[in-house]
């Protein structure tokens, strides 16, 4: 179970990196301190960023639950 529970951690530990780094920055924070801040627009999201948010939450709470999961495990 413990070793199950790792593989998907890892799994979902890159594709959350990813994910976060497809959005698109909405200007100021860090972002802008890169370069990523040059133009965004401040009005209302498309269907592929609302899809991309909706992932990223699904896989953050994939990752949060194996966290738990794996600390409930490895606590006994």
Not at 1 to 7: N, P
Not at 16 to 45: D, E, I, Q, T, Y
Not at 55 to 69: A, F, K, S
Request: glycine content about 16%; some cysteine.
């Amino acid at each position: 179970m413990t070793v199950g529970l790792s593989i998907v951690l890892i799994i979902t530990s890159v594709l959350l990196m990813l994910l976060v780094l497809l959005h698109r920055a909405k200007g100021g924070g860090l972002s802008s301190l890169f370069g990523g801040g040059v133009s965004s627009s401040l009005g209302g999201s498309s269907v592929v960023e609302k899809n991309l948010d909706r992932l990223t939450v699904m896989i953050g709470l994939i990752w949060l639950t194996c966290i738990i999961g794996l600390g409930l495990l490895l606590k006994e």
